[in-house]
């Protein structure tokens, strides 16, 4: 490689290292949203089973509702992000092996064919994050249908 070639290649291998460490980052981020989403349905459940609160039960099941929906559009959000994240590290991949460097072939999987599942690549965690967001306002529904009977 000449010099400016093995410049360039630096490069690369260096925007796709962090298109890695970004695509981390994301997923952590989108646990984090539905860590946190769980915890304030969580707090809210709590509230709606105290007793001095029972006036204002539907509204805390109102707010409930509003965290998970919230907490879904911002999984949803970074989920997006991750998928554009992809679609650069193959551009790159891409631009790599024009240049002679095949990179599918060295870690054994073609990356343009595992990312072109765009925003559904990682459905079951997905679908894992939604059910378990989903299910979290279920908590303060409890506190409302059997302390209401009190």
């Not at 989903?134 to 059997?146: D, K, M, N, R």
Request: proline share 1%; charged share 20%.
């Amino acid at each position: 490689m000449n010099d400016l070639a093995d410049k360039e290649f630096q490069l690369a291998s260096a925007v796709l290292e962090d298109c890695r460490r970004y695509i981390a980052a994301h997923k952590i981020l989108r646990w984090d949203v539905v860590k946190w989403g769980v915890s304030v349905n969580l707090a809210l459940a709590v509230a709606a089973a105290t007793p001095a609160l029972a006036e204002i039960r539907i509204y805390l099941l109102v707010l409930s509702c509003g965290v998970a929906a919230a907490s879904w559009l911002l999984v949803l959000h970074y989920n997006r992000r991750v998928t554009g994240i992809r679609d650069q590290a193959v551009t790159i991949i891409a631009w790599m092996k024009e240049r002679g460097v095949d990179y599918d072939s060295i870690i054994g999987q073609n990356t343009k064919d595992a990312y072109s599942r765009g925003e559904g690549y990682d459905f079951q965690e997905l679908i894992l994050f939604m059910s378990i967001l989903a299910a979290s306002p279920i908590l303060v529904l409890l506190g409302l249908i059997f302390l209401h009977s009190k």
